[in-house]
């Protein structure tokens, strides 16, 4: 699953911010490597280097269900994978 923020990040990014600290998609990872400037489209940042990029597939979309993430991989609680699977 994939959460949006409960804060805006502090960086100029010029994008409009839509609801946060709620689900946004759940997805599959497939790969994790090293961030690269060609990169920044997909992210929508010029990732810094030491950053590094996930490649996901089967991307569906949620509704936004309120859940407080956790910086890295985590499990969300049992009640938000339920309302998520609905």
């Known amino acids: 699953m994939v959460c949006a923020a409960a ?3 502090k960086g100029e990014h ?3 911010l839509g609801p946060m600290g709620v689900s946004v998609a ?3 990872i497939v790969d994790c490597v090293p961030s690269v400037p060609s990169d920044a489209g997909c992210a929508c940042i010029a990732p810094p280097d030491g950053w590094y990029s996930w490649h996901l597939r089967l991307v ?3 509704p936004p269900i ?3 993430g956790a ?3 985590f499990m969300p ?3 938000v994978v ?3 699977a609905a």
Do not use: M, Q, T
């Open 7 to 9: 804060h805006p990040w």
């Open 14 to 16: 010029g994008y409009e």
């Open 26 to 28: 759940l997805v599959e």
């Open 60 to 62: 569906r979309r949620l």
């Open 66 to 68: 309120p859940v407080k």
């Open 71 to 73: 910086l890295g991989l």
């Open 77 to 79: 609680p049992a009640a």
């Open 82 to 84: 339920s309302a998520a």
